[in-house]
């Protein structure tokens, strides 16, 4: 069975997340041309090595960021957006839910 750290539930089974792709920054749409658009939807590197992706943890509808290998397919850490993107979030839960 393969184990996901999650940042906010601790180790989890890898069924329970859905991996959302690549952290990438879009243009600004107000600035960029339609190919430029395009190419932020559409194009991706599909590097070899370790890759910075959204992860989705579906019980608790909570998204988070994890870098893994895509050569050997490991999680090398896995993290909340505001490391990258400085915004204080508070993890979403549903109601009644620890």
């Given at each position: 069975?393969?184990?996901?750290?999650?940042?906010?539930?601790?180790?989890?089974?890898?069924?329970?997340?859905?991996?959302?792709g690549?952290?990438?920054?879009?243009?600004?749409?107000?600035?960029?041309?339609?190919?430029?658009w395009?190419?932020?939807?559409?194009?991706?590197?599909?590097?070899?090595?370790?890759?910075?992706?959204?992860?989705?943890?579906?019980?608790?509808?909570?998204?988070?960021?994890?870098?893994?290998?895509?050569v050997?397919?490991?999680i090398?850490?896995?993290?909340?957006?505001?490391?990258?993107?400085?915004?204080?979030?508070?993890?979403?839960?549903?109601?009644?839910?620890?």
């Open positions: 069975m393969k184990i996901m750290p999650c940042p906010v539930n601790g180790p989890r089974n890898i069924a329970e997340f859905v991996c959302g690549e952290v990438i920054v879009p243009p600004d749409p107000d600035a960029c041309d339609d190919a430029a395009a190419e932020h939807l559409f194009m991706r590197t599909n590097a070899a090595g370790v890759v910075r992706e959204w992860w989705y943890h579906v019980p608790t509808s909570f998204w988070f960021i994890a870098e893994r290998n895509t050997t397919d490991d090398v850490r896995t993290y909340l957006p505001d490391e990258i993107f400085g915004t204080e979030r508070t993890p979403h839960r549903e109601p009644g839910r620890a």
